[in-house]
């Protein structure tokens, strides 16, 4: 195939899908993305004391008084607002903005601009991995993961800022790849400031020993943290530090919570769950349990050093290290939301560095049957199913692991086969 006809398939490809996901959520209401918006626009009107209230089980939110009038003077009484999560700098921010423009533009102009940073993402993910696959396929493979695969078509529905975070990471690995250390830590840095556990991801950087990138991204994150309390004031940083300490307390066992901790706690609390019909529920939430949060902490140090120790000795053991990473983050974070795989999709493709072609592709079609939207509305629509689905996820990404690990010890075992054959 010829270069110039393999990049016209591909932004053929891209083009569609963008086309796709603008189609078909334009114009809706952004549930995730509401709390983004009335946060900073409480800041604008400096309702301080509203910006990080949350409902007693926290994940069914009933809007204070403030945006209840708001959202009854907008013509959206009936919509839902859920808790926002994320430091006062970005309410500070975006406040003017809010104050002046409807939710309904203000959720429009972040999806398109989040659907052409994940477009993006796509082109700046296959420059990072490298693999000896034509762009066109690369551009195919992670355009069917976004159409057909219910933790994207959540991520969007949601208008989730997990999708600016994904972003965020792709061009700072690129950035790293690139050999421009200072961009690839100021992007993670970022990302951190957006959601802190993507700070994580500076242990690639430490594997390779990538010192300039590590120490800028600690040092943007850190800058922005300082500028959010200078912006902000203590006072809305302490409310913001209540505000995760009430979500931690608590687990949420649902059919889109794919982490460990869902797992245990569903297995601890069977009495919960068994009880009164309560196998057919999709959403629970339960305090949190002191061992299933250590269970889950230690699991993440102890995969993580297996990851270092399994790929180090690779000739390039990029791919390895960052999906394999991205995929324990989920894993063994608090909460393991589904759109937080987003990452690990558009990283997808980059198996075919470390295992042969026919693997690769299995799991390729493994992962976009199992995730495919038409299971979930099939699991779903019988009931009593609905925590299969999280289960699903839950076994995918052990099983992601230990095909990074076996495909690591299978690569040094025998260094004359390449994965892309």
Not at 218 to 240: N, Q, R
Not at 251 to 261: E, F, K
Not at 367 to 386: A, C, E, R
Request: net charge positive; charged share 10%.
């Amino acid at each position: 195939m010829s270069r110039r006809l393999d990049w016209s398939l591909a932004l053929i490809c891209l083009a569609a899908t963008g086309v796709f996901l603008a189609f078909t959520y334009l114009g809706t209401w952004s549930l995730d993305l509401s709390a983004f918006y009335y946060a900073a626009r409480l800041y604008g009107f400096g309702a301080y004391a509203e910006i990080y209230q949350s409902a007693p089980n926290f994940f069914v939110q009933t809007p204070s008084p403030t945006v209840a009038q708001m959202m009854l003077e907008q013509g959206h009484e009936s919509e839902m607002v859920v808790p926002y999560l994320y430091p006062p700098l970005w309410s500070a921010i975006f406040a003017p903005i809010a104050v002046r423009l409807p939710p309904q533009p203000f959720f429009d102009a972040i999806l398109i601009a989040q659907i052409l940073m994940t477009l993006v993402a796509v082109l700046l993910a296959h420059r990072a991995i490298r693999p000896a696959l034509p762009v066109s396929a690369w551009v195919g493979i992670s355009c069917a993961v976004l159409v057909l695969t219910y933790p994207s078509l959540l991520a969007f529905g949601l208008n989730q800022l997990q999708i600016t975070v994904t972003f965020l990471l792709i061009l700072a690995f690129e950035r790293d790849r690139a050999g421009a250390q200072y961009a690839a830590g100021a992007a993670l840095g970022v990302a951190a400031a957006l959601k802190v556990m993507p700070i994580l991801f500076v242990l690639v950087f430490l594997a390779g020993r990538r010192w300039t990138a590590a120490g800028v991204s600690v040092a943007v994150a850190a800058g922005l943290a300082l500028l959010s309390l200078l912006l902000a004031g203590p006072d809305l940083h302490v409310a913001f530090l209540d505000q995760i300490e009430r979500l931690n307390a608590i687990t949420a066992v649902a059919d889109v919570n794919l982490g460990l901790s869902a797992v245990l706690s569903q297995i601890a609390r069977a009495d919960v769950f068994l009880a009164d019909g309560g196998v057919a529920t999709r959403f629970a939430v339960v305090d949190a349990i002191g061992w299933v949060k250590t269970v889950s902490r230690v699991s993440f140090v102890v995969l993580v050093a297996a990851l270092y120790l399994a790929t180090v000795r690779l000739a390039d053991p990029f791919w390895p290290q960052l999906f394999g990473l991205s995929v324990l983050v989920v894993l063994c974070g608090p909460m393991g939301w589904a759109h937080y795989l987003m990452l690990s999709f558009l990283l997808l493709p980059g198996i075919f560095t470390l295992v042969r072609r026919a693997w690769a592709m299995l799991f390729i079609l493994c992962t976009l049957g199992l995730f495919s939207s038409v299971l979930l509305s099939v699991i779903l629509s019988q009931g009593q199913f609905g925590f299969l689905l999280g289960r699903l996820g839950t076994g995918w990404m052990i099983v992601a692991v230990l095909v990074v690990l076996g495909g690591a010890w299978f690569q040094q075992r025998t260094p004359n086969t390449r994965g892309d054959r």
